[in-house]
């Protein structure tokens, strides 16, 4: 069972301790399609979007054994997202094609963030080579109320971010590999997420056509 913080106020609390201890959550709210909507919507009630997703995550902790399995799911679970997000994205945000990775990290921490999570990260620590780089959360909202139980200790929470942007970013042609390596639910003190350019993805054009 994932945990409330002590932070947010007491009716806070108290809203958050009954969805995630009656079937509530997972009957109205714990489902993919809810953070999905939650996300395209740009998250009215931000409230509303951390309970959907910790009910997300509650249910999968109860459906798998362990942990590592919770965190393929969420990652998938995330891919399919920014698949679909993207064309969201790109018809909101009227952003054009990105010429390069440095490029691409600005958009997605200064207009993506922004526009479905309310933040926007730093963008740093660069490889040298300029395919590699963190996004620094100094808040995240997706943790916003929440503890992680001592049997929990290795599921990463907000691992759903990570399959996000993988999606995302492959529908554009872009193919990265992303991870969490700074969780503020872990004890750090800000969250990172790094994100390695692997290769461009070569559109499959019919044959014939170029």
């Given amino acids: 069972m994932l945990l409330p913080s002590s932070s947010p106020s007491l009716p806070q609390k108290l809203a958050v301790r009954r969805f995630f201890s009656t079937g509530e959550a997972e009957g109205r709210l714990g489902t993919l399609s809810g953070v999905e909507r939650c996300l395209a919507r740009r998250t009215e009630n931000s409230e509303l979007f951390t309970l959907t997703y910790g009910a997300l995550v509650t249910q999968l902790c109860k459906d798998y054994e362990n ?33 390069d990775f440095r490029e691409t990290a600005d958009v997605i921490a200064k207009v993506a963030f922004k526009m479905y999570l309310g933040i926007t990260p730093s963008v740093t620590n660069w490889s040298p080579a300029g395919d ?4 620094i959360l100094e808040n995240n909202p997706l943790v916003d109320f929440v503890e992680l139980p001592d049997n929990h200790s290795g599921l990463i929470y907000s691992n759903l971010l990570c399959g996000v942007l ?4 492959e529908m554009v042609q872009m193919a990265i590999d992303v991870k969490f390596v700074q969780d503020t639910l872990k004890g750090d003190n800000v969250t990172e997420i ?10 499959n054009l019919p044959a014939g056509e170029e």
């Fill in 67 to 99: 942990d590592e399995d919770v965190n393929k799911q969420l990652d998938k679970m995330g891919y399919n997202i920014g698949v679909r997000l993207i064309e969201d994205f790109l018809a909101r945000s009227n952003v054009g094609r990105c010429h």
């Fill in 132 to 135: 590699e780089f963190s996004l």
């Fill in 166 to 169: 993988r999606g995302a970013l």
């Fill in 194 to 203: 790094r994100l390695k350019f692997i290769k461009r993805i070569e559109e």
